[in-house]
């Protein structure tokens, strides 16, 4: 019987693909939380993925979200199989279908940081240590 992460993932991939019937989702649970892994038909993979890995970050907020609910960590792994349905490694995703969440990463941590002067970058240094030091009296 699948459990009720299970049935959520599979709810939405399902909605997402072509081919409905070829989608599977396996749990495991390890030291480090619940991992499931979903496996989609190969023409389905880029749409579960998404442009730019997307969708899959869509899908990975929305069990962290289930998580947060349930007491309980996620992780979401797509495994990418061949047309003969042997595992095939993501070492190489097309650059179309997916980036690696460390390469958006990057992305979005050098669009965070505009050119300041020095000055700048001072000043607020300094207003930044004023506010940590007055949440630091706070008491929560």
């Not at 649970?29 to 442009?51: A, F, H, N, Q, Y």
């Amino acid at each position: 019987m699948a459990t009720i992460d299970q049935q959520f993932v599979e709810y939405i991939v399902k909605t997402l693909v072509n081919n409905p019937d070829k989608v599977a989702v396996e749990r495991k649970i390890d030291e480090k939380g619940v991992l499931l892994s979903l496996t989609v038909d190969p023409e389905d993979v880029g749409r579960v993925i998404g442009k730019r890995g997307v969708t899959a970050q869509a899908i990975r907020v929305l069990l962290r979200a289930l998580g947060t609910k349930q007491d309980a960590r996620y992780n979401l792994k797509i495994v990418n199989t061949d047309e003969e349905g042997a595992p095939k490694p993501e070492e190489k995703p097309a650059k179309d279908e997916a980036e690696t969440v460390t390469e958006i990463e990057e992305v979005e941590e050098v669009e965070a940081e505009p050119e300041q002067e020095e000055g700048e970058t001072s000043e607020l240094a300094e207003k930044t240590r004023a506010e940590l030091a007055d949440l630091d009296d706070l008491d929560i």
